[in-house]
């Protein structure tokens, strides 16, 4: 979501922000004691953090990331369960991927892949995508 | 690929009506390119999907732009395909019902304009999905619930509109509707029920007004363009409960669906109840070729493997319990003691009370798991939805169940079965899963649906929601009277929208020649 596109939308992101990062605080007070939020029994995200991911970052790209693609490919849901099929338990999230190239992702974005269908410029602008691509290969040159 | 044109129109005469939503809503919100195109394809079609293809998208950002739209295409003659987020999976995603069609995209409109906690509602814009809405409740601490559909990725109003189902006592989404404001087809604005009022201050609360009630007008319709509207939501409550009930033998659907049809009537059960087969599990959690490789449909052997390896029932049952933590306990032993003995298992509910991670508990909880399901012949996968509306009769339905699944066989499509069952009614949601890129397959696809539509609409029962493929097809089914029905709708389509500018055909209502 672009600042400049909607203004509610920005507001509830703030919000989302501030809540995320209270969440943070209290997963990290609770850290060696269980945590707030069990694990999925395959050790994955459980759903309920999986909708949120990202929502404390301070990138603008994962934040993105976080509302476009992670209900997909975070968590059990359908992109890991299908990347998952045939590639290596943990390259089936997206976001532990270090091998991803961003002229890649935007055309696998644009033009959907196999299950993926495409995502529009009216639900993703050129400008989001840029940053959702450019953050999934920063990750990976990071590392 | 050229772009196909809406309706009667010049390439010339098209061009002008594209610079003028251009000059409307802004040059960077009309798309006319094939690359743009491509992306409102569905992703489900049988095929290509060009015959659904359109003619260009405008996605405007305000009730205002959306009027001003709907104007311009009277005056140019462009008929609109609207859609709040385009993502009505099964259905036909974003695509027209007619080639051509102009997408009026309102992704953008995604404002959630109110929330209110005392009286539980909200007022909505149709681009709000159920992720946005989640989002917008948790970021603002708010203790209220909403229901999610199988396939969250879309919008709230838009499955509302479409009449989807989810599985809390919020999930019946048509009914949570209160209040609408809608782009009638020349461009003016209307607000339904107290909305009506210049002040209104009833709205959200009373869905009614004064005179006919004209909300069901704008539901699977095409009659306006809803550009907001309220929704009821769920207090959150003291404690949930869940479990799943598997029952062992296809015979058992008879007195299984009779039992809970009697607790949905009497609202022991507070939520429609989903009743599935082992395709329907097996298929949001791995391949068919992970069961059975071989030509045909799916045999029954395989189906045993299913229910051994992933121990579930022939027939699997959700049940969700919603309430003050003493009801609910007494919810669970009354349960309990209806089907532990006929089961011979004992019931493990897992409970949630205030406090707890919301994954333990019953609310809904947005995600696209379900979608897993278009995986399972590999491929490019779609489903088609084949559901129609059957009295909640447990023999009834066992037998209907079982002549469909011999069809199923006999075509050669695995059996996937899924009856949504109501207070009175129970909706038979059997997902018919392809290969969109196998045309042997997409043929017998097609040839099973049609068949199902007549079987069903032969002993009365017609379907609850239609694909743009076949929404002319189910509308024949609807034929009391020569099809009054159809006469009525036609009669008031052609009062409001004379130049039939708002999704021609979408029900089957203003079909052009």
């Given at each position: 979501m672009t600042a400049s596109r909607n203004p509610a939308a920005t507001a509830r992101m703030t919000g989302r922000i501030v809540f995320a990062a209270a969440l943070g605080l209290l997963a990290a007070a609770c850290s060696g004691k269980g945590g707030d939020a069990p694990a999925a029994k395959d050790g994955r995200m459980p759903q309920s953090q999986v909708v949120r991911f990202g929502a404390g970052s301070s990138s603008e790209g994962e934040r993105l990331y976080g509302r476009?693609?992670?209900?997909?490919?975070?968590?059990?849901n359908t992109g890991t369960i299908m990347l998952g099929r045939r590639m290596e338990p943990d390259k089936a999230e997206l976001h532990k991927r270090t091998d991803l190239d961003a002229d890649y992702v935007k055309t696998v974005a644009r033009k959907g892949l196999v299950n993926m269908p495409p995502f529009s410029r009216v639900e993703v602008t050129d400008e989001e995508l840029d940053k959702i691509a450019a953050w999934l290969a920063d990750k990976g040159r990071a590392r | 690929m050229s772009a196909p044109l809406p309706g009667k129109l010049s390439p010339d005469g098209f061009a002008k009506a594209l610079d003028a939503f251009r000059g409307a809503i802004g040059k960077q919100w009309v798309l006319d390119g094939e690359e743009d195109r491509q992306t409102y394809i569905d992703p489900y079609a049988l095929g290509d999907g060009l015959n659904h293809d359109c003619s260009a998208i405008a996605a405007p950002a305000s009730t205002d732009e959306v009027r001003a739209i709907v104007r311009l295409a009277n005056e140019h003659k462009v008929p609109l395909w609207p859609v709040s987020r385009g993502k009505n999976l099964g259905y036909g995603g974003a695509s027209p019902m007619e080639r051509g069609n102009v997408i009026l995209d309102l992704s953008r409109m995604n404002k959630v304009v109110e929330v209110d906690a005392k009286q539980a509602y909200c007022v909505i814009e149709p681009g709000v999905s159920f992720f946005d809405l989640y989002n917008h409740l948790a970021d603002n601490k708010l203790p209220l619930w909403m229901s999610t559909p199988g396939n969250s990725w879309g919008s709230v109003l838009g499955n509302a509109l479409d009449r989807g189902i989810g599985y809390t006592p919020y999930g019946d989404h048509c009914e949570q509707i209160c209040g609408i404001e809608a782009v009638l087809p020349d461009g003016d604005l209307i607000r339904t029920g107290m909305g009506a009022m210049a002040k209104g201050a009833g709205w959200q609360h009373y869905k009614y007004g004064y005179g006919p009630g004209w909300d069901q007008m704008f539901f699977q319709s095409n009659l306006g363009v809803v550009t907001q509207a309220g929704l009821w939501l769920q207090p959150e409550p003291e404690m949930t409960a869940k479990v799943e009930l598997a029952f062992p033998?296809?015979?058992?659907a008879e007195w299984a669906i009779d039992a809970l049809a009697d607790l949905r009537r009497r609202d022991v059960i507070q939520h429609n109840i989903v009743f599935g087969s082992p395709v329907r599990a097996a298929s949001t959690q791995s391949q068919r070729a992970d069961w059975y490789d071989g030509p045909g449909a799916i045999p029954d052997s395989a189906c045993e493997k299913m229910i051994q390896k992933l121990g579930i029932g022939w027939w699997n049952a959700k049940i969700n319990l919603f309430g003050h933590a003493a009801t609910v306990k007494a919810q669970i032993e009354l349960i309990r003691g209806i089907f532990e003995k006929r089961i011979g298992k004992e019931l493990k509910f897992e409970t949630w009370e205030q406090g707890d991670p919301p994954d333990k508990s019953a609310r809904g909880i947005p995600s696209t798991l379900g979608l897993q399901s278009v995986n399972w012949y590999g491929g490019r996968g779609g489903h088609l939805s084949f559901a129609p509306v059957m009295p909640s009769d447990g023999k009834l339905i066992l037998d209907y169940a079982r002549k469909i699944k011999a069809y199923y066989e006999k075509v050669g499509q695995d059996y996937y079965a899924s009856f949504t069952i109501g207070r009175r009614h129970v909706n038979n949601v059997s997902l018919i899963l392809y290969n969109r890129d196998d045309p042997a397959m997409v043929d017998r696809v097609d040839k099973l649906y049609r068949h199902l539509v007549a079987e069903a609409a032969a002993q009365g029962f017609g379907e609850y929601r239609g694909h743009i493929s076949y929404m002319g097809l189910i509308a024949d089914t609807f034929d009391f009277n020569d099809h009054a029905l159809r006469r009525l709708n036609d009669k008031v389509k052609a009062c409001l929208d004379p130049n039939n500018i708002i999704a021609p055909g979408r029900n089957g209502i203003g079909v052009r020649a």
């Open positions: 476009e693609c992670a209900f997909c490919h975070a968590g059990r | 033998k296809f015979d058992d």
